[in-house]
């Protein structure tokens, strides 16, 4: 069952069907003020922070799983019957509604009662208030008396005291009317102020939750509804805020009016100004505008053209955009984590920062950055950190009353007992990435502290031996990789045990940082570097084989994991994927280990994470044994490392192989059968129920994951082969072999590559000839910034 389609020209997904399976979510907001909102306009509104700077309130897992949103209800005046735009809370026939999700908008409407309306959600580039631009046109064929009511439930800033600290929250903050501004005052606090008006002279407002809800009743009833009229106190210390105003219109037959609330950041002068500025729908129309180019041109960097439909659309639209929306909000904001668990875990982050430097190097070179600070001496990094407890102090101008106790920076500096193996690994290949992609070799010189401040502050590039050092020496009794507290897998916890997949991706990592050095002119260091990965790939080599696929690892006791013998995770994704991307083991072991996979963990959605899935508890495996079979870490099709499978198949040269994976997991691929799926089509999910679970196929956790950006990276540096390197671009693409080729726009250092593969004897993987602007290369060079060339590669 469809429940909605891409409009490709739009960039937009377009839902018919409002009730979705699940809730279907989108962001908007692109620089300080971010809203997370789903197909009914439930969701909330943030300011930088979603822990610290919460604007509107969300309620967590809860039934329904979007209250409450930012809602316009309409009122038929004559008879007194109201619904909203976005069909929830009110839940009037479910066909007269349509949701569109675009690039850091949401459009909402409905054709009710002859009234069409639209309701779009937008924040303005450069500007710190979200918009409800509506639109009201009378269908009926009679004039019409509508009343229209806004409402959002404020909150205070911080999320915690709001979720909990009642005997506080309920008597330090309160809200005031005049001048068409409802003001919200966050009393605690110097300078806490938000604000709501709306583009017209309003004939009502309420300030107070329960005055526009009733005691009883709710936003899907509220009494302020019924009576058709808001008859707010013009100012209210205390209780609940809310930010309700109402226009009663006439609207003749045929007439369209449009009209915008606002909701912004700041005190009623900022909300005067702030009105001014978009009180007239053109302003209103630019600034919409200016959004879509801010897309453009994130978009302009790579565009692709293949004949898988769905790949295109996801690689030049959604899958850029679900990778931007990780590297910036990191994963504390959705549905799912509703904001109280702000900061940036090491490895996501580090990760996320690799996937998008070509469209947005500046954050990813921020990310980078704030990764680098708060990497501890010894080589590891903060498994989760708040980036800003390594800048300067600010005032946040809330002073708890009752705690006075504020966290001292060292006690945020954990040892290495709750060090992960593998997360400050990732970072040092997203730094060797982002400068092949920017070619900003100065960067490796830069000087930056450790987290631990008594450290001396040292290069970039003296940060990545750190820590790389730091996996050389926390090897366990067979020299591969200790697992620590975790690795990649967040439920593998093998303490002084082995992580055979933190062995490749520490040889990744090697690999990359001896290529940087090199390219630096560090022949000592690189030759040093290169005797430590010859030697790692030894002991990998010679340990980590189970004859048919690669061990996952060895116990603390240094029981094998992942062996033929087990009964029970036999086989896991991450190390057979990663032992082939590490490279170096040969093609051989690679095949069989890919096929392994494939016979184990293959399933129509896509590769499960480990099978059989653990039903015995066993604490030296770790967490993943008290997870349910076939949900997250235990036999899921964990999404995240479906793309290493992706890339493995493609340094295998098995680029069939690499595209049918690539078409199970691809969100599009499921659009016709969300009723199995359920989650949003145009969002990779963190995972989908594995095979062991009756709810098989069903995808969770949407926007905030790893696979984001891991299915980008893949599918565009390995399927289709473009990727930057130190000194020139690579194309080198594994296809399905029945392609002809395909054709891609790639900016890179300023110039613009036109790029055509040519596939004449139908193979997938091997480059015969490149000819740029028509001449015969060995490689493709960097041209000057503005420059223009045409590259043609012909495999062979
Ligand atoms: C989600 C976590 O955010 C990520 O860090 C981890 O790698 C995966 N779960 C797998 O455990």
Redesign the pocket.
């Known amino acids: 069952m469809r429940y909605g389609y891409f409009d490709n020209e739009k960039h937009e997904y377009v839902i018919e069907k409002v009730d979705t399976p699940m809730s279907w979510t989108n962001y908007i907001g692109t620089e300080n003020m971010v809203g997370v909102f789903n197909q009914t306009a439930g969701g909330y509104l943030f300011y930088k922070s979603a822990e610290h700077h919460r604007i509107t309130r969300f309620r967590g897992n809860a039934v329904p799983a979007d209250r409450p949103g930012h809602y316009v209800y309409l009122r038929d005046d004559e008879t007194g019957h109201y619904w909203t735009i976005s069909w929830q809370p009110t839940a009037k026939p479910v066909e007269c509604y349509k949701a569109r999700h675009g690039l850091s908008y949401s459009v909402y409407s409905c054709e009710y009662s002859g009234i069409y309306a639209e309701q779009t959600l937008f924040i303005p580039r450069g500007a710190d208030v979200e918009l409800w631009d509506v639109k009201i046109e009378n269908r009926s064929g009679r004039p019409r008396r509508i009343s229209v009511f806004s409402y959002a439930e404020l909150s205070w800033h911080q999320i915690d005291g709001d979720n909990k600290n009642f005997q506080c929250t309920l008597y330090c903050a309160g809200a005031s009317y005049s001048d068409g501004v409802i003001e919200q005052e966050l009393h605690y606090e110097e300078n806490g102020y938000q604000f709501f008006t709306a583009d017209f002279e309003p004939d009502g407002f309420e300030i107070e939750r329960e005055r526009f809800t009733g005691v009883w009743q709710n936003e899907n009833n509220p009494e302020a509804l019924e009576k058709g009229e808001l008859e707010g106190r013009t100012s209210w210390q205390g209780g609940n805020q809310c930010a309700a105003l109402h226009k009663k219109l006439s609207i003749p037959e045929g007439k369209e009016i449009r009209l915008c609330f606002m909701l912004g950041e700041g005190n009623r002068k900022a909300a005067l100004a702030i009105r001014a500025k978009f009180a007239h729908a053109h302003a209103r129309d630019e600034a919409l505008a200016a959004l879509a180019a801010y897309w453009r041109e994130k978009q302009s960097h790579l565009r692709v053209n293949t004949p898988n439909a769905a790949m295109n659309n996801m690689l030049n639209t959604w899958t850029l955009y679900q990778s931007e929306i990780n590297v910036k909000f990191s ?1 504390f904001a959705s549905f799912i984590e509703t904001g109280g668990r702000t900061g940036l ?1 090491y ?2 982050t580090s990760q996320d920062a690799m996937c998008v430097v070509h469209s947005n190097p500046r954050k990813c070179r921020e990310r980078l950055i704030q990764l680098l600070k708060a990497l501890v001496s010894k080589g590891y990094g903060l498994h989760l950190f708040d980036p800003e407890l390594f800048e300067e102090k600010k005032e946040t101008g809330y002073k708890n009353p009752t705690i006075g106790v504020v966290p001292d920076k060292k006690s945020m500096i954990h040892g290495v007992e709750d060090a992960c193996s593998d997360d400050a690994l990732w970072l040092v290949s997203s730094i060797a990435e982002y400068i092949r992609e920017t070619g900003d070799a100065g960067f490796a010189k830069m000087v930056l502290p450790y987290a631990d401040a008594e450290a001396e502050p040292d290069s970039v590039y003296e940060h990545c031996k750190k820590i790389l050092n730091f996996s050389q020496r926390m090897t366990g009794s067979h020299g591969v990789c200790q697992g620590l507290r ?1 690795d ?4 593998l916890n093998l303490g002084g045990g082995e992580s055979a997949m933190v062995s490749y991706l520490f040889l990744w990592a090697l690999d990359n940082f001896i290529k940087l050095a090199q390219f630096l002119g560090k022949t000592k260091d690189a030759d040093a570097y290169k005797a430590i990965h010859k030697k790692t790939a030894k002991v990998c080599h010679d340990t980590l084989w189970d004859g048919k696929w690669y061990l996952r690892g060895f116990t603390k006791t240094g029981r094998p994991i992942g062996t033929d013998a087990d009964a029970e995770g036999k086989v896991h994704l991450e190390s057979n994927t990663w032992a082939v991307i590490a490279g170096g083991d040969g093609p051989e072991r690679g095949m069989r280990a890919m096929d392994s996979v494939e016979e184990y963990l293959g399933t129509p959605y896509g590769l499960m994470l480990n099978a059989p899935a653990y039903t015995v508890i066993d604490d030296d495996v770790g967490f993943v044994t008290r997870v349910y079979p076939g949900l997250k ?1 235990n036999g899921a099709i ?1 999404s ?1 490392p479906n793309p290493w499978a992706w890339i493995a198949e493609c340094i295998l040269g098995r680029g069939d192989r690499a595209m049918d994976l690539y078409n199970r997991l691809c969100p599009a691929s499921w659009n016709d059968k969300c009723e199995v799926r359920k989650a949003e089509p145009y969002s990779t999910c ?1 995972f989908i129920t594995g095979k062991n679970h009756p709810a098989f196929g069903e995808a969770h956790h949407p926007f905030m ?2 696979s984001g950006g891991w299915s980008y990276f893949a599918a565009v540096q390995y399927i289709l082969g473009i990727r930057p390197d130190f000194d020139k671009l690579i194309v080198d693409p594994c296809i399905p072999a029945e392609w002809d080729g395909f054709n891609a726009v790639r900016c890179f250092r300023g110039g613009e590559y036109r790029i055509t593969v040519l596939n004449p004897k139908h193979i997938s993987k091997g480059v015969a000839e490149i000819l740029v602007n028509g001449k015969k290369c060995d490689i493709i060079p960097v041209i000057n910034k503005g420059q223009i060339c045409h590259v043609e590669v012909t495999l062979g």
């Open positions: 994963r875990g490895r996501d975790a990649w897998n967040d439920c870490e964990f995240h963190q994951t790893g």
